[in-house]
């Protein structure tokens, strides 16, 4: 048997850490002297020690590792406990890797200055469209505005199932529209369509119908993703211009896509405010 800081200069770590590890019953020592109180270990024990300390080198908690030696310590067990701690570790890293981007974004817009729009008025024809309306934002997460994208993308699965067969040839341009909460749902309601050149059958979850013409919009066009600070800063000069030339909102803005750009979740986008005058 050797005592604790023998133990821990051949483990290569600290007494205090032994000592948590202890309080833990992670790793408790091999017997306690009564005499002087010393904990002792035996040179056995290392590998169980290099375990904990490979283990904490890959994220995994304490707790993690406490349930793993507790319950079920099978190569089995490590395996699963490994495969969930790299898909964790991949979700990780991807909300760092969209972190940095919206860091270069807004380093990106400081370094352009504040951006200059040029903002029509226009009428916009009718259309006919297939339509998948929701009113369950509530399912984004807390994040809001960074889920949007996904939320989009759930929308326009259904559109795709059922436009495929019935209309091979849908593409871009797709309009979102945003609707005012209803008297039954206190979440804005999103809209998402796409052009046809012909009718195609409803289904339980797409509608078919003509989108109405528009006599007068304000509409601006610019580049960007579903979410981001260009789409926000896009809303907020429109929304400001209608303001200050005396107009008021008649109806669900529009997003349309026109096409894709460089990236594929960045497209030109024009957005469409129905208005009239106060």
Known sequence: MIRIGE??????????????????GILKPKTVDDATNYRLYSVRQL???????????LNCTLNEISEFLRTDSSQAHLQALLHAKSAALEMHIKDEIERLRRVKQRIARLERGA???????????????????????????????RSIEAYYDALNAHLKMHLEPNDPSWRLPQINLWHDASANNQMPEAEVTHHLEHGIPDSSVVRVYELPALPTVASLQFEGRYDGEAMTDAFTALYRWVEDNG?????????????????????????????SKL
Do not use: C, N
Not at 7 to 24: C, Q
């Open 247 to 275: 107009y008021g909102i008649t109806g669900a803005t529009r997003q349309t896509f026109l096409a894709t750009l460089r990236e594929p979740s960045e497209f030109l986008i024009e957005l469409q405010v129905p208005i």
């Open 7 to 24: 133990f821990a200069r051949l483990g290569g770590v600290s007494v205090a850490m032994l000592r948590h590890y202890d309080e833990l």
């Open 47 to 57: 590998p169980l020690l290099q375990q904990i300390l490979s283990l904490r080198d």
């Open 115 to 145: 951006t200059m729009y040029t903002i029509e008025l226009k009428s916009v024809p009718a259309q006919l469209v297939a339509s998948v309306r929701d009113a369950s934002l509530e399912r984004q997460t807390p994040e809001g505005w």
